[in-house]
């Protein structure tokens, strides 16, 4: 298993940005894939960006253009940068991580965007 600890949420206008943290401790040496997910109020969680061991990414159309997603290794961190923010970005985003053994989840992070 491992432990997901999500940071950088918060209120932004429209058209700003944010970046969030994702940092992992346990058995990160399994993780296979990690990912951004969020949910917006009265919604199902929904895919927002996944990046493999290897470094492959992956995004919903919806962000693709605007949000980035990286990894550093040597901090066992996931960041997500998210930029040119929109309304209908709003919700809690979780951080996971997949591997044969496990599927994780950090506790969220919310973030809102005020048009």
């Known amino acids: 298993q491992v432990q997901l600890v999500e940071s950088g949420g918060g209120l932004v206008q429209a058209g700003g940005s944010l970046r969030l943290s994702c940092v992992a401790s346990?058995?990160?040496?399994?993780?296979?894939?990690m990912g951004w997910y969020r949910q917006a109020p009265g919604k199902q969680r929904e895919m927002v960006a996944t990046?493999?061991?290897?470094?492959?990414?992956n995004y919903a159309d919806s962000v693709k253009g605007r949000f980035a997603i990286s990894r550093d290794s040597a901090k066992d961190t996931v960041y997500l940068q998210m930029n040119s923010l929109k309304p209908e970005d709003t919700g809690v985003y979780y951080c996971?991580?997949?591997?044969?053994?496990?599927?994780?989840w950090g506790q969220g992070t919310q973030v809102t965007v005020s048009s």
């Open positions: 996971n991580a997949w591997a044969s053994t496990f599927n994780s």
């Open positions: 346990g058995s990160i040496f399994s993780i296979m894939l």
């Open positions: 990046i493999t061991n290897p470094g492959s990414t």
